[in-house]
């Protein structure tokens, strides 16, 4: 089997997709976090739409700069860390989509140390975790090619992650 060119690293706040960037481009690796102002935007929403982040708002891909980042072949393997409502017309884009999940309360406890302006913070945010897990973990778990558990060490997701693709722990130069 062929590694994949082009990765979604999905799951809910506190999965440590971020981190999991982070780690991917220490190791020499393209990494993308979706998760950022530059690739995403809040917008409004139904207010009793239970599966957005925010009550009236959505958290969604700018789907202009996604669509022109995927048009824009990978000579490597990328992988592109992010969760959005709007990520499904992508899937057909992507060699592999991978969930990261983790219990909620690790979940809620890297939640709790995120800085002010950073989703997760409020404890609204927080409170809207578990509704979260029973309504959107399950779509998500439905359209994954892979599960990795990420309450552990980073670098452990990481090579779970790697391992599972047929990928090197570093990428060569």
């Known amino acids: 089997m062929e590694p994949p060119r082009t990765v979604l690293i999905a799951g809910l706040s506190g999965t440590g997709k971020s981190a999991a960037v982070r780690e991917l481009r220490e190791r020499g690796f393209d990494a993308i976090d979706l998760d950022t102002?530059?690739?995403?935007?809040?917008v409004e929403s139904d207010p009793g739409d239970a599966?957005?982040?925010?009550?009236g708002r959505d958290w969604v891909w700018r789907e202009?700069?996604?669509?022109?980042?995927l048009a824009d072949p990978a000579p490597a393997p990328r992988f592109?860390?992010?969760?959005a409502s709007n990520m499904d017309a992508?899937?057909?884009r992507f060699d592999a989509v991978v969930l990261l999940s983790a219990p909620e309360d690790r979940l809620l406890q890297r939640l709790r140390v995120r800085g002010a302006g950073e989703?997760?913070?409020?404890e609204q945010d927080r409170a809207k975790l578990s509704e979260l897990i029973a309504q959107v973990e399950p779509l998500l778990r439905e359209?994954?090619?892979l599960e990795i558990d990420s309450s552990g060490p980073v670098a452990a997701t990481v090579d779970a992650l790697l391992q599972a693709l047929g990928l090197p722990a570093l990428m060569p130069a």
């Open 51 to 55: 599966l957005t982040p925010g009550e």
């Open 37 to 42: 102002p530059q690739w995403s935007h809040w």
């Open 143 to 145: 359209s994954a090619d």
């Open 80 to 83: 592109l860390a992010g969760t």
């Open 64 to 69: 202009d700069r996604v669509a022109a980042l």
């Open 119 to 122: 989703y997760g913070h409020r």
């Open 90 to 92: 992508f899937y057909e």
